[in-house]
């Protein structure tokens, strides 16, 4: 903080800091999604008030009875209507701006991650020079802002590439796989956009690492975590990630370094590719992640329990991994309610969002616990298949 700050130019005196490594027990969650109620989850444990700015009144939040008011989190206004019943404010999305995030800070306001963090977080142009700045290595990239420009970068990739938009994507629907010059045209945003094309690469495993970051700079690391996608969009995670020690070593220290860079205050989830033996790195999100809901039975603390530690000056919890083994799966789909969850078997936990369902959402998630990996992703899948079934619309 202190680097950062004289980086900034900013002076802080004894009393400032002090507020600032203790900001008090009222967080201000900007979203009212799932990761708000699992933050708000962890927070009656450990003392802590949550207020949401939600998107709309039927975002999972109220599904809870948690309390927040529906604003729009890229608006001045209703962040500061957040910011004046908390002590300090943080994110369950990315989708807000850092100008606005800067702003409320030069009023005072603790935001945690902060607005240069923020910065970086939410925008996919940004983290692909931060990685060339840090010599990490990442698929080969180019960025551009037209049609013309992207498809000459697609042939460079010898037809096979993958294009994302560089800001306001996530659960896969910024991503185009499909680099036929048809889809592109079809998807190619119009408009002032940044778009980055990058080399399909032959990814065998993806890999995501917890790195939970406090104030003073303290780190705890989560081991990594192995996740599936299917259609873009991650659909299991399993630990221990069955990948060789080295690597989940070096998977660690390269998140560490990320977390450092870019001075993050709170949890970081840097996504990873392996390819031959080697690790490219894919994305950041400064933000509880997908990939860490199985901490919640699988770790010593959870995710969102650590990242309200960090965020609040609380000091960080052991991440040592509890069970032998745990999967995560999504339930997506068409769920019409609550499912049953005691038809499950006590290693079986089931998080239901509280969501309106619509085709492709994710509406929850069940972890399983079990002696192997295999054993825990076979109990998983099985349990969200039941799930996505048992609730099928009439
Ligand atoms: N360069 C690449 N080569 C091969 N596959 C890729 C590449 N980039 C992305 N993918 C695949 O697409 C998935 C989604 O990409 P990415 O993580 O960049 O997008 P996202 O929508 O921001 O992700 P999330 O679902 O985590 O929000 C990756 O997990 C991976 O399976
Ligand atoms: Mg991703």
Known sequence: MGAAADALGLEFSSLAYSSLMAPGHRVGIVGGGQLAVMMADAADDLGLEITSLAQVADDPIFSFGRQGFVGDALALDDLRQLASNSDVLT???????????????????????????????????????????????????????????????????????????????????????????????????????????????????????????????????????????????????????????????????????????????????????????????????????????????????????????????????????IVPAAAMANIVGQTRGEPQDQSFRPDISVHMYGKTPRPGRKLGHVTAIADTTDQAIERALDAAKELEQESEMP
């Not at 180019?142 to 010898?158: C, E, G, N, P, T």
């Not at 709170?266 to 392996?274: K, N, P, Y």
């Not at 770790?299 to 000091?315: D, I, K, M, Y």
Request: glycine content about 6%.
């Open 91 to 321: 994110f369950d999305h990315e989708l807000v701006d850092y100008r606005v995030l800067a702003q409320l800070e030069t009023e005072g306001v603790i935001v945690r991650p902060g607005s240069t963090t923020m910065a970086i977080a939410t925008d996919k142009e940004r983290q692909y020079e931060l990685f060339e700045r840090l010599e990490i290595a990442q698929p080969d990239t180019v960025v551009v802002s037209d049609l013309a420009s992207a498809l000459d970068a697609i042939s460079r990739f010898d037809g096979v590439a993958v294009l994302k938009t560089a800001r306001g994507g996530y659960d896969g629907r910024g991503v185009l796989l499909d680099s036929s010059e048809a889809a592109v045209r079809e998807w190619f945003p119009t408009g002032q956009t940044t778009v980055l094309v990058q080399r399909r690469v032959d990814v065998e495993i993806e890999v995501a690492v917890q790195v939970v970051r406090a104030h003073d700079g303290t780190m705890v690391t989560y081991s990594p975590v192995r996740t599936v996608q299917s259609d873009g969009m991650c659909s299991i995670v399993h630990i221990p990630a069955d990948i060789a020690p080295a690597l989940e070593d070096e998977a660690m220290e390269i998140a560490r370094k990320i977390a450092e860079a870019i001075d993050v205050v709170g949890i970081l989830a840097v996504e990873f590719f392996v390819l031959d033996g080697e690790l490219l790195v894919n994305e950041l999100a400064a933000r509880p992640h997908n990939s860490g809901h199985l901490t919640i039975e699988a770790s010593a603390t959870s995710q969102f329990e650590n990242h309200l530690r960090a965020v609040t000056g609380l000091p960080l919890g052991p991440t040592d991994r």
